[in-house]
């Protein structure tokens, strides 16, 4: 059972990340949050990363598709509050 709190703590920690990725020029810095956010995909409830990431196995971990697959959780997440 996915519960509010596990989305709000997702939706909290992942909107603050994303903002700070799209406005960074410092690869460093998306490499940072790209290792903190796979971290906590990894961590995080597995029925509410499925939900969220419709059962990818590298949502929130693929280089290439990284900032569009934290803005698509962003966006689910804030539908699901």
């Not at 410092?26 to 290792?35: H, S, T, V």
């Not at 971990?61 to 900032?67: L, M, S, T, V």
């Amino acid at each position: 059972m996915i519960t509010k709190d596990s989305i709000e703590t997702a939706y909290s920690f992942l909107h603050q990340k994303q903002r700070i990725y799209v406005h960074s020029t410092l690869d460093w810095q998306k490499d940072d949050i790209e290792i903190a956010i796979a971290s906590y995909a990894d961590e995080m409830s597995q029925e509410l990363l499925d939900d969220i990431s419709s059962g990818r196995a590298d949502f929130l971990r693929d280089h290439k598709r990284f900032q569009e697959d934290i803005t698509e959780a962003v966006e689910i997440l804030e539908n699901m509050l």
